[in-house]
């Protein structure tokens, strides 16, 4: 091949975690790193390292080394150690896009702590596949090249546009064979003599140059040596040398792998593939495998991730820009700590859940610490902002309350809730019903306009210990009630809470029965085995059988889910139930479903092999299946204590729906899928898998576009559609399994402990958009908090207050937060569609000027703009980020 470019590509890969823990494998690293600055001084035509995309390395180093940081420093202020685009190396699947985005953030804001600027390629070199915005988030940080080989097959060409649904695009080359260390494993990495002398070496060389240009319709050719944990090769300089000799036409560069995109920009003619890579292994290689069933191991992990991150883009980085318009002190260096503690989870190794037992103890660390920084951040704003209570009027034992809401989401949420009321004891007013059998406080609350609100109390913890702030706590009657309440955007509603002369009673309920419940949308029907049924009342349409079990062996591991080949499977549609009516209020009626299942205990190996055992466990599985008069869906939590081994265990939503497509939530996007599985890939090394990836939100239309869809606030992270009679759409709730890595077995990967989930079943009609169940799943996932103040009689309520909204058809919220450098306030929408439309941000003060920002919040151009209202058009499937200036 003329004209033949050849790039050596030197790297490491580093995995944080996995085999060992973080500190076995910093240990290395140090060693490693103190090698690497010894080559770079020893050998000056040793040009170029790529630190694998990540800069936490960084950090890790100089923790224990802080002496060789200015070495380092001059060695990546040269270029000679490229750093970056991440913080860490993540799995795209199981993380939020606004996780992805703060990764690459950090990354970036990193390589400007060492005085050098991140490494522009999106190097992705070990994730088990991609999604489909990739290329779109990745051009958003001024990123246009990428590599990759995980979710596509061997026949691929080598380089090829990725693209994104909204058009977006990177250069990308595709990884093969061995992978990203594959020069060190075909060439060297098993020879005892390595010298340049050997034959044996120059053979293997060429071999792999040539089978290179063979798979490569340009005259690029990339040698990767970089394998797992890996020095950087000493004969790195004589290997160049030669190859120079051995192709003198061809010109070899020991550099930024850059150069080779922008090589690549002049060829017009690269072939495009659009949107996720996510295809299984063909060949009997050592590296390709998609290695799909680590989207549902270790499911406690990716709940406590799913929290966190919940916690920070819903809750309180929301709450650092409102305490922005609100003049309200608090300190946003917590919540870049938050993100540093969850982003080190991210790894795929890590987040994954196929590392050893230690690993995943120090993750659930990690997330503590999350949670811990974001509940006091977010008690402080409330604390704050809260009304002063009245204490002239509670000594007089003549006084109301006022419960404040907040609604921390973009839109006006008009929901039936639960919550607290920490009334103080000997409160002025109670009542019992005839004889004295139980003290109910006697209250009745009213809105605003002065509309009396009907209520349910649903429990009462008398002298209930409750921390107020910091060390303070009061002994409370804590009375939790179910209402409708109506919170606008971004902003908080009072409700006034009365003393009442005479009981309190609302004999006025939601129609329901002994198995039954239902309000003008939809009907919810139990059946004696504890499936639910959902009528779709607009239409007609029903939805049985919901929510059974089907339950498996599994001897796998962390990476992939293996029954045995004397395997069961056990349903649990003949388990028996009892049914209970737990909850029956004005707006509201919940059923607690208790459902005895017997499955095997676990895995018995003997002179047959493996199989379940004859032996049998009972799990218990509570549900408890609410509606409420507003709701177009049935809102269910679930739990059961795993105490079964060695299985894998789904639940299973037939839809009755004929359509061979169905969809799922993913980041920045909806992916819609064909059920089933292509049977063409039986003989592959890794056949097509039913599993495929989602971020909680999956369903199924039929030709009207009518079906039903499962909104899971977290955690779940698998799903399946199978091309059956019944339509039907499951979801993997966990997978016990005792072989981890480089181990003999080990206890924490079985999650013998209760587990819990929280997710909604929802009916979908013609006029259901993709923004409503990503809207569905935000209300799920943020909570609503809530303040209770003493005040005298007649205190007038304030007028709710709207902070920030966002409003359009299909353009969604993805994240309110201060801008990094603390100047404006950050709003970022997407459109999950294939139609044009527009978000309108309205804010509560006036804005001095606005403008689009890429994903680095870098400036792109200024937008126009009125008194405090932005208009912002959001093509399909786009996501935009503006820049708000008060």
Not at 6 to 29: A, K, N, P
Not at 64 to 69: D, F, G, L, V
Not at 531 to 543: A, D, H, P, R
């Amino acid at each position: 091949m003329k004209n033949l470019d050849i790039f050596y590509f030197s790297s490491t890969h580093w995995d944080r975690e996995w085999y060992q823990d973080f500190q076995g494998f910093r240990y290395r690293l140090v060693k490693m790193v103190d090698k690497l600055i010894n080559l770079f001084e020893n050998d000056t035509e040793y040009k170029t390292f790529h630190f694998d995309g990540q800069t936490v390395v960084l950090e890790d180093y100089v923790q224990i080394r802080p002496e060789m940081a200015e070495k380092l420093k001059k060695l990546i202020n040269a270029r000679r150690i490229l750093v970056g685009p991440w913080y860490v190396m993540p799995d795209e699947f199981l993380v939020s896009g606004e996780s992805l985005i703060k990764n690459l953030m950090i990354g970036h804001e990193n390589a400007k702590k060492w005085e050098s600027e991140a490494w522009k390629y999106g190097y992705v070199c070990d994730i088990f596949g991609h999604i489909a915005q990739m290329p779109q988030i990745f051009n958003g940080f001024s990123i246009k090249y990428s590599l990759l080989g995980r979710g596509t097959t061997e026949d691929w060409p080598a380089f090829f546009k990725w693209q994104s649904p909204d058009g977006s695009e990177c250069i990308n080359y595709k990884l093969d064979v061995d992978g990203y260390g594959d020069f060190y494993r075909e060439v060297y990495g098993s020879l005892n003599d390595t010298s340049i002398n050997n034959p044996e070496v120059i053979s293997r060389i060429k071999k792999y140059i040539d089978g290179e240009t063979q798979r490569s319709d340009y005259p690029v050719v990339i040698i990767m040596d970089g394998t797992d944990h890996a020095d950087a090769f000493e004969r790195t300089t004589e290997y160049i040398h030669k190859i120079a000799q051995m192709y003198p036409n061809a010109r070899i560069r020991h550099t930024n792998l850059c150069e080779q995109g922008e090589l690549l920009e002049k060829y017009d003619d690269l072939p495009t593939i659009k949107g996720e890579l996510n295809y299984t292994a063909q060949y009997l290689h050592g590296y390709l495998h998609l290695i799909t069933n680590t989207l549902s191991s270790h499911y406690p992990i990716k709940k406590a991730n799913d929290e966190c991150q919940n916690l920070l883009e819903k809750e309180a980085e929301p709450l650092c820009a409102f305490a922005k318009l609100k003049n309200i002190p608090l300190n946003r260096s917590f919540l870049n700590l938050a993100y540093k503690y969850l982003i080190k989870n991210h790894p795929h190794d890590s987040i994954c859940g196929c590392s050893i037992d230690r690993v995943h103890k120090d993750m659930e660390y990690r997330f503590d610490q999350v949670k811990g920084i974001c509940t006091e951040f977010t008690q402080d704003y409330i604390y704050i902002d809260k009304r002063p209570d009245d204490i002239n009027a509670l000594r007089e034992n003549n006084y109301e309350n006022i419960l404040t809401l907040y609604n921390t989401l973009p839109f006006n949420i008009d929901k039936t809730i639960t919550t607290d009321l920490p009334f103080k004891p000997d409160y002025p007013s109670r009542y019992s019903e005839p004889f004295g059998y139980e003290d109910i406080n006697c209250f009745k609350i009213y809105d605003f306009n002065g509309n009396e609100i009907p209520y349910q109390v649903v429990k009462m913890q008398r002298n209930y210990s409750l921390r107020l702030h910091n060390q303070i706590r009061e002994s409370v009657d804590l009375h939790t009630i179910t209402f409708r309440a109506q919170i606008p955007a971004s902003g908080k509603s009072e409700y006034k809470i009365v003393p009442a002369k005479t009981a309190v009673r609302y004999l006025k309920k939601l129609k329901s029965g002994v198995n039954y419940a239902e309000n003008e949308f939809i009907r919810l029907d139990i059946s004696n085995n504890g499936t639910l049924s959902i009528l779709n009342k607009k239409n007609g349409k029903v939805y049985n059988n919901l929510c059974n079990f089907a339950d498996d062996g599994e001897i796998g591991d962390g990476w992939y889910h293996v029954n045995p080949i004397c395997d069961r499977r056990v349903f649990s549609n003949g388990s028996p139930c009892t049914i209970e009516r737990v909850e029956q209020g004005p707006s509201r009626c919940v059923f607690k479903i208790t459902k005895y299942f017997e499955t095997p205990a676990e895995i018995i190996t003997n002179k047959n092999g493996k199989s379940r055992s004859e032996k049998y466990v009972t799990l218990k599985f509570i549900f408890y299946a609410g509606l409420s008069e507003e709701s177009k869906f049935i809102d269910v939590k679930l739990s059961y204590d795993n105490i079964a081994k060695d299985h894998r265990l789904r639940m299973l939503i037939p839809t009755g729906i004929k359509e061979d497509k169905y969809f799922s939530g993913q980041a920045f996007c909806f992916i819609e899928r064909k059920a089933g599985i292509d049977y063409s890939t039986q003989d592959w090394r890794e056949t097509d898998q039913y599993e495929k990836s989602t971020n909680g939100i999956i369903g199924k239309r039929d030709a009207q576009k009518d079906g039903i869809a499962v909104v899971f606030a977290n955690g779940i992270h698998e799903c399946a559609a199978f091309d059956d009679e019944e339509g039907t759409l499951a979801v993997t709730l966990s997978r016990s399994f005792s072989t981890t890595v480089k181990t003999n077995g080990e206890t924490k990967c079985q999650i013998n402990i209760p587990l819990e989930y929280n997710f909604d079943i929802s009916v979908l009609d013609s006029e259901t958009e993709y923004s409503s169940l990503v809207k569905q799943q935000d209300i799920l996932a943020a909570n609503i908090h809530n303040n209770f103040v003493i005040t005298a009689p007649g205190t007038p309520l304030a007028k709710a207050e709207s902070l920030l909204s966002v409003s359009g058809k299909n353009a969604v919220t993805s994240i309110i937060k201060c801008s990094e450098d603390g100047k404006g306030i950050i709003v970022r929408v997407f459109n999950p569609s294939n139609e044009q439309d527009s978000a309108k941000i309205s804010i509560c003060q006036n804005i001095k000027k606005a403008e689009l920002v890429n994903l680095n919040e870098e400036p792109q151009c200024e937008i126009a703009c009125n008194k405090n209202e932005v208009n912002l058009k959001v093509e399909p499937w786009k996501i935009k980020t503006v820049k708000i200036y008060l």
